[in-house]
């Protein structure tokens, strides 16, 4: 089943971007995933073609008109009935590796792009869609949110990257920080590969692994590192763990 991406913006020409190259791509050249633009200048009503207004109450900036905007998601939705329409806003729900992994089990993503100061709030209340974040900083539009949104699916796609331990064994995945990897020369600038990886002992390198992982998410991300233990905490003990 191809993977079917649909963006709702106002720069189409943005689209697909680094997508058209490299793993991605090949994936889209192939046939694993299918990308759709609307434009959504294209549901104006009147002869300027309009998207925008003033804030109610006053302000800088222009928001996104909410009866343009339902007209693009609704044509967007009749096409793609069953893909979630999810908005780019530093307001939404952070996206995690989790959620990526359900979108990429799912038939696709519809993604609205905001610009300016956003969206008139009646967008969520009148159609299902929900906003969502790729972090805690602004940027001129939802463009780029929209492009790593899709990145991090579609590397997840079958048949997209050449290992599928490949996208296990990485950051999030476990709730940890991945380790640190090391490749030849052995030595570079007086600084050498630690041993244990060059030993050929499988279970002293995975113990190695773990901990290492442990250790740079309790260093760099307490916030993950206070859920990772949390979860420990709460998880029942299976047999192995003890």
């Known amino acids: ?8 913006t106002l720069y189409p020409e943005m689209f697909p ?19 759709d ?6 549901f104006a009503a009147d002869k ?6 003033t804030p109610a109450g006053g302000g800088a900036g222009m928001v996104l008109r909410p009866d343009v905007l339902a007209h693009a998601v609704d044509h967007a939705r009749a096409r793609q009935p069953d893909a979630p329409v999810l908005a780019m806003s530093p307001r939404g729900s952070p996206l995690t590796q989790a959620r990526v992994r359900a979108l990429a089990a799912g038939p696709g ?28 900083y602004v940027l001129s539009g939802g463009e780029v949110g929209a492009l790593v949104l899709l990145d991090a699916c579609i590397r997840l796609l079958p048949g997209v990257m050449g290992a599928a331990s490949s996208g296990i064994e ?22 050498t590969i630690p041993e244990v990886l060059r030993s050929g002992d499988h279970a002293k390198i995975a113990a190695w692994r773990k901990h290492q992982a442990e250790t740079e998410t309790r260093l760099r991300r307490p916030d993950l590192w206070e ?8 998880r029942p003990l299976a047999r192995g763990d003890d």
């Open 37 to 42: 633009t609307v434009h959504i200048r294209d």
């Open 170 to 191: 990485e950051s999030f995945e476990s709730g940890l920080l991945e380790y640190p990897h090391y490749t030849r020369p052995v030595d570079w600038e007086g600084r």
């Open 1 to 8: 089943m191809t993977f079917a991406a649909t963006v709702l």
């Open 17 to 35: 971007g680094p997508l058209g190259v490299s793993l991605a791509g090949r994936a889209l050249a192939e046939g694993v995933w299918s990308l």
């Open 227 to 234: 859920r990772y233990r949390s979860a420990r905490v709460d």
């Open 48 to 53: 300027h073609r309009t998207v925008d207004d």
């Open 109 to 136: 993503v519809t993604i609205l792009c905001g610009r300016f100061e956003g969206f008139d709030e009646r967008i969520f209340e009148g159609r299902d869609v929900e906003p969502i974040s790729i972090g805690d």
